[in-house]
């Protein structure tokens, strides 16, 4: 059986870079590549189509990530 997403809690690539304070959607993809343990979509329907989070998810990785020697959003 899948797990219940409330979709309330969705957002795209745009609302993932606005927690993020990036500039840029496609910064997105890049910090997937760069911080194996940022959270994956949980829907991803393919390249050039829509990916979705769940924005608890992302808030609390980037909690987590904020300490003195990290900074988030440096490409801006």
């Given amino acids: 059986m899948c797990p219940l997403v409330n979709t309330k809690h969705l957002i795209d690539a745009q609302g993932v870079a606005g927690l993020l304070h990036l500039r840029h959607t496609n910064s997105v993809s890049t910090y997937l590549r760069r911080y194996p343990d940022m959270p994956r979509p949980v829907l991803d329907l393919g390249t050039g189509r829509p990916r979705l ?24």
């Fill in 53 to 76: 989070w769940l924005k608890p998810q992302v808030i609390r990785w980037l909690r987590e990530r904020r300490t003195p020697d990290v900074r988030m959003g440096g490409e801006r």
